[in-house]
């Protein structure tokens, strides 16, 4: 589907490693090449032409990011270095503001490090406690298990949208609809969603969202920070510099610009920023509810075939996405990996930055396949091949 707008593919690769990064269509590659060719300026600084240009395609992407997430208004879109910069910011310039000694922050073993380790900084400098969802028997999240975790001292609860291991879809609706009913804030990692499936923020009705362009088909060093404007606007700018005051005559005299501006001191990715608008107008060709369909299609050919194999154990047989993480009885997973790389195939090996994902599983290490909706059956069918000979496998390992 849509192959021949990856020119990566061109280069005889199989693909599954989507959920780390995704591959770039030519519209996206040649929109941040005629900014470096032909208006290469810096953003809201200029008084010329081809500044003012680069003025209109920047907040023209802020735009089209608003409406991709139906966000209220594009002041609630900040633009960052990615996921993790965007948490970090939620984490240490909003809460850490109005966090008390024994408040709860809600999380599971599953999160990506990027919704863990932020949340474990806030517990060691300010004495909140970090406690833990339980998973249910597929490791996934059930909003009866985020009541029964709730507590009168539960202030945050942060998740994934879709997880980076387990690839189950949370039920961000419903936990938002209770987390507000007892006061409680509720943060989404959305690295692994807005690519798939359709996000509204406001039918959501979080309170914040983080997702990076790279994991869309977009640029590299590039993240998105969603949030209700009420909060934005209590949001501490972690960074201080150019671009985001509006005076400093004084250390007691400083004046800062409102949100979105001055959360993004200094000179922005701009490049990236002006190519991520390519990025949605991509998949708002497409349609999210195709890309989705068609991934989950792919998925469900995948576990089909992988559950006929004796020697694969599949760690998530259960889910809604299009990530599927196995393990090859015997053989590290690393060196499956390395195996495939031979045949060009490029999947994940290890433990995907959910490290404390073990203490449920008892596995450490894991091969991932993340698929995308430009993967095909017959790459697929490669990958069965390659896999159904345990003894090629450890031969070719030696």
């Known amino acids: 589907m849509n192959r021949e707008d990856f020119p990566m593919l061109k280069n005889d690769i199989i693909y599954f490693d989507n959920g780390a990064t995704s591959l770039k269509p030519k519209t996206v590659i040649d929109k941040m090449v005629d900014y470096y060719e032909n208006y290469s300026a810096n953003a809201h600084r200029g008084d010329y032409d081809i500044s003012y240009k680069v003025d209109m395609e920047y907040e023209k992407t802020r735009d089209l990011v608003a409406k991709f997430i139906n966000a209220q208004d594009k002041e609630e879109i900040v633009f960052t270095s990615g996921t993790t910069e965007s948490l970090n910011m939620i984490a240490t310039g909003f809460f850490a503001n109005i966090i008390e000694p024994n408040d709860e922050i809600l999380i599971t073993t599953s999160e990506h490090a990027s919704n863990v380790l932020p949340w474990f900084r806030l517990e060691n400098e300010y004495g909140c406690h970090v406690k833990y969802i339980p998973l249910d028997s597929n490791?996934?999240?059930t909003l009866d298990n985020v009541k029964k975790a709730v507590t009168p001292q539960t202030k945050i609860i942060s998740l994934a949208h879709i997880t980076n291991v387990i690839g189950d879809i949370r039920p961000i609706k419903e936990i938002c609809k209770f987390a507000h009913e007892h006061d409680i804030f509720v943060v989404v990692?959305?690295?692994q969603s807005l690519p798939h499936i359709k996000v509204d923020v406001q039918d959501l009705d979080c309170d914040f969202t983080a997702f990076s362009a790279h994991k869309m088909y977009g640029p590299t060093g590039l993240g998105v920070l969603y949030g209700k404007k009420e909060l934005l606007d209590n949001l501490e700018p972690i960074n201080l510099g150019?671009?985001?005051?509006?005076?400093?005559?004084?250390?007691?005299?400083?004046?800062?610009?409102?949100?979105?501006?001055?959360?993004?001191?200094?000179?922005?990715?701009?490049?990236?920023?002006?190519?991520?608008s390519e990025s949605i107008n991509y998949l708002n060709k497409i349609g999210m509810d195709k890309i989705n369909e068609r991934e989950l299609h792919l998925r469900n050919y995948l576990v089909e075939k992988l559950v006929k194999i004796p020697h694969i154990d599949i760690i998530n047989?259960?889910?809604?996405?299009?990530?599927?993480?196995?393990?090859?009885?015997d053989i590290f997973a690393q060196d499956v990996a390395y195996y495939l790389n031979k045949y060009n195939i490029c999947v994940r090996a290890g433990n995907h930055c959910a490290k404390i994902l073990k203490n449920n599983t008892n596995v450490n290490n894991t091969i991932r396949v993340s698929l995308a909706f430009y993967n095909t059956e017959s790459e697929i069918d490669m990958l069965i091949e390659l896999l159904k000979d345990k003894d090629k496998i450890m031969k070719e390992m030696i």
Request: hydrophobic fraction near 45%; avoid cysteine.
């Open 139 to 141: 490791y996934h999240v």
């Open 242 to 276: 150019g671009g985001m005051n509006e005076s400093f005559d004084s250390p007691m005299e400083i004046i800062l610009k409102d949100v979105p501006t001055r959360l993004e001191a200094g000179t922005p990715n701009i490049a990236s920023v002006i190519a991520f």
């Open 189 to 191: 990692d959305g690295a």
């Open 317 to 329: 047989l259960e889910a809604d996405s299009g990530i599927v993480t196995f393990n090859v009885n």
